[in-house]
């Protein structure tokens, strides 16, 4: 096997990271107060399972991550609980919102 002449042959030198490299992870640090519920879906002939993320803090955010596909409506109800187990596992224990921070009208 012969490799092309145009590859370096000596990994090129290290460098330091800058802040910017870690830009997305402060973007996201308030998913630490967050409660967290699922939401199931009928979609072509699969369930699908997301989790919808709360904000706890004034500021209204929330984030709906699609997590799988299920072929029945017992498996996603099931996978879905154990999900929210794992992604709630806290020491602080299960964060909740007000019920009435997202209240939306319909009208």
């Not at 973007?27 to 706890?56: C, D, G, Y």
């Not at 997590?67 to 029945?72: E, K, L």
């Amino acid at each position: 096997m012969e490799l092309p002449a145009d590859i370096p042959s000596l990994p090129p030198s290290e460098k330091l990271g800058t802040s910017d490299d870690l830009v997305c992870l402060y973007q996201e640090a308030w998913l630490k107060n967050t409660e967290v519920k699922p939401f199931i879906l009928p979609l072509r002939s699969q369930w699908h399972v997301f989790m919808v993320f709360f904000s706890l803090e004034p500021e209204i955010k929330l984030i709906v991550r699609r997590i799988a596909a299920y072929p029945s409506e017992i498996k996603a109800v099931q996978f879905a609980k154990i999900f929210q187990r794992g992604i709630r596992k806290d020491a602080r224990g299960t964060l909740k919102r007000n019920s009435y921070a997202y209240h939306i009208c319909d009208n």
